[in-house]
Every structure is written in structure tokens, then in C-alpha cells.
């Protein structure tokens, strides 16, 4: 059974930083392809930012980039977002979200989804 949990969230001014934390059970981020969406009030899902599965490529939202870095740490299990420079537009709530399929490649199929923490961005 897969599940994916997230921490990190809370409470930042414009300006600040949080970090984001993905822990995952019966699956290892090693092999899989991993990614962030978030979810404002009012608005539709977004893509925020993916990862290879090796690592080596990453990608982002337009809105998010130069300020967020998504990485990992395969010992722990464990996927990050680093959200600098935070702005109110930012707040949202954030999803983990896993490939189905092990050593995927482009287009991601994200299946496994954790179940989201708040981030909330205050001026």
C-alpha cells in the first residue's frame, strides 16, 4: 500500500521561506518520478513543480520559478520543496504526488497522491 505524507507547511510572510517535506511508504522515490501541485481558494489544481526519477530533471511552473526547487533525498524516502521568496499568491494548499509507474519517463503519470498541507503566505 502506497501512501505519501506530507509536513512543512504553515505560516510565512512575503519574503520568507518554507519547506516542504514528502515521506513515502511502499514505494521509493529512487525509481519513481515524483512532483508538487497546489490548490488555491477559487482556483483549479496546478502543476508546481517534477522531478526525474534519476534526479537529473527537474521542472516548474512559470510562477514558481527561480523561487522553488524540488529535490530529494533517496536514503530518507524523502522528496522536498523549497519554497523561497514566498509571495500571498502562494498560498495554497500542497499535494505530493508519485508516478504509477516505476522508471517512467515523459509524460508523467502521477497516481499516488498525499493529502495535501496548507500553506498560508501572509503580506
Known amino acids: 500500500q502506497v501512501q505519501l505524507v506530507e509536513s512543512g507547511g504553515g505560516l510565512a510572510q512575503a519574503g520568507g521561506s518554507l519547506r516542504l517535506s514528502c515521506t513515502a511508504s511502499?514505494?521509493?522515490?529512487?525509481?519513481?518520478?515524483m512532483g508538487w501541485f497546489r490548490q488555491a481558494p477559487g482556483k483549479e489544481r496546478e502543476f508546481v513543480a517534477s522531478?526525474?526519477?534519476?534526479?537529473?530533471?527537474?521542472n516548474y511552473a512559470d510562477s514558481v520559478k527561480g523561487r522553488f526547487t524540488i529535490s530529494g533525498d533517496n536514503a530518507k524516502n524523502t522528496v522536498y520543496l523549497q519554497m523561497n521568496s514566498l509571495k500571498p499568491e502562494d498560498t495554497a494548499v500542497y499535494s505530493c504526488?508519485?508516478?504509477?509507474?516505476?522508471?517512467?519517463?515523459?509524460?508523467?503519470?502521477?497516481?499516488?497522491w498525499g493529502q495535501g498541507i496548507q500553506v498560508l503566505v501572509s503580506s
Open positions: 522531478m526525474h526519477w534519476t534526479g537529473v530533471n527537474t
Open positions: 511502499g514505494l521509493s522515490f529512487s525509481s519513481h518520478n
Open positions: 504526488t508519485a508516478d504509477g509507474l516505476a522508471f517512467g519517463s515523459y509524460p508523467y503519470n502521477f497516481r499516488y
